[in-house]
């Protein structure tokens, strides 16, 4: 069922009850009020019709006869009967005298004074009257008619009132539901005309302050979101196949050239070396797709287990340092690397330097980070420090190379970017993207502050326990 109509009908049948119960209210209470006021008009007569048939201490039936025969009886359908205290029937004005009250009713009369009772066909209303020395008792019956012929015009008119309300209601709910979702029809709409294709620059528009306008514009967001995602999914595709093409066109035509004329022994081993270098750029680009691949995989595709980061970071600085080792020892240009790693404060704890992690993953971040900051500095030197407080272990990966404009500084962790100023240094622009979604898997921040000629300090914080 469409929400308006869910809308319409839950306002028309809560209206609807509401208004039901109100009108069976007033109609108890009409009917109520109407039988208490004749019982009492019916009581006032039996007392009036007692006091003035007892006079000089004598009941005096014969005047209440001349009255009967005078005047109209004033109420519908009355019936008036007399008794003494003995049970005699003193006076009655209907012709069957053969009607007799209850002994049992005139005995509860007497001993209480009074009695009134609803009957199908009218009140009676029961009275034991005494007037100096002599008592009577008087019952009088009476139906109603004009008190129910109003009780049943209250019923019609209610009737009515209901069915129209109802009326009114479904159509006027109908009304507002459709107006109050409008603004979530209009959204579906636009909604329904976005496609792939069309994502870009596209947005919806809600008007007003309300919650479906806070709607449209978190799904404006949203879709900002996934219009960037599928922009930064087609640079990644053809970055990557460009970034394969180029060593493998440069293969391809070296291979050429040697094969187009026979060359002599130290061109060939020329060509060699060059394609060589070629194929070591291709297969770091190809471990750096697996790299980023896997760091995208979901976190429960990993093993998580307690690894001791200032371990793991001496490893890594070993490891680096013996890629990084100077071709020609001893020679001035080449330096040998050198990677400085620190604590700020003294542990007193292993579990102060333990982060809950996936250990191969780890290493990738590290020696990304420590490669890059030899691959960038002048001096080959690297200057790790390890820091602790109760939740977070913080890493600093700092070096005093070429820098980063600030222009790149927001854009070094996108696949395939590489700085303004790093052109004449090898690498594909992967490294930092791995590094960001590892530190993200593992519920961490990676951060970096740089000065263009001056030097690059990466933070990354990874808290102790994975939860
Ligand atoms: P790559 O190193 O292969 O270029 P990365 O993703 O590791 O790719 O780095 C992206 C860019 O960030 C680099 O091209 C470089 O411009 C910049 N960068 C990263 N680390 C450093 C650093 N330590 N010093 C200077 N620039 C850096």
Known sequence: MKIKYKIALSYSISAFVLLNTFAILAYYFSAQSRKAEYLERLEYRARSIANVIIED??????????????????????????YNPAYDLLYSNIKDTAIRTSRHLLDYIKKNGEYSHER???ELVGVYYTEGKVSVIVLVTSFDKYGFQNLQNLRQILLIEMIVAVILLVVVGYFFARRMVRPIDNLVTQVQTINANNLQGTTVHAKGRDEIAQLGANFNTMLKRLSNSFDLQKSFVSNASHELRTPLASIISQLQVALSKERSKEVYQDILASVL???????????????????????????????????LLLDMGNLIKLKHAPAAPGTEAYKTP?????????????????????????????????????????????????????????????????????????????????????????????GLSICKRIVLLHKGQISVESVEGQGTTFTIILPHRHQ
């Open 277 to 311: 270098e070629d194929a070591q750029h291709l297969s770091d680009l190809s471990n750096g797709l697996l790299q980023l691949a896997q760091s995208g995989l979901d976190e429960q595709q990993f093993v998580f287990t307690e690894v001791r980061i200032d371990e």
């Open 57 to 82: 201490d004598r009941v005096k039936v014969d005047l209440l006869r001349k009255l009967d025969k005078t005047t109209f009886q004033d109420l519908y359908k009355e019936t008036i009967l007399v």
């Open 120 to 122: 199908d066909n009218g």
């Open 338 to 430: 050198r990677v400085d790693i620190r604590f700020l404060k003294v542990p007193e704890l292993d579990t102060e330097l333990i982060c809950e992690g996936n250990e191969s993953l780890l290493k990738v971040l590290f020696l990304n980070l420590l490669d890059n900051a030899l691959k960038f500095s002048s001096d080959n030197t690297v200057y790790v420090t390890i820091d602790f407080t109760p939740t977070n272990i913080h890493v600093q990966v700092k070096d005093t190379g070429i820098g980063i404009a600030t222009e790149d500084l927001e854009k070094i962790f996108e696949p395939f970017y590489r700085g303004t100023n790093s052109h004449q240094v090898r690498g594909h622009g992967l």
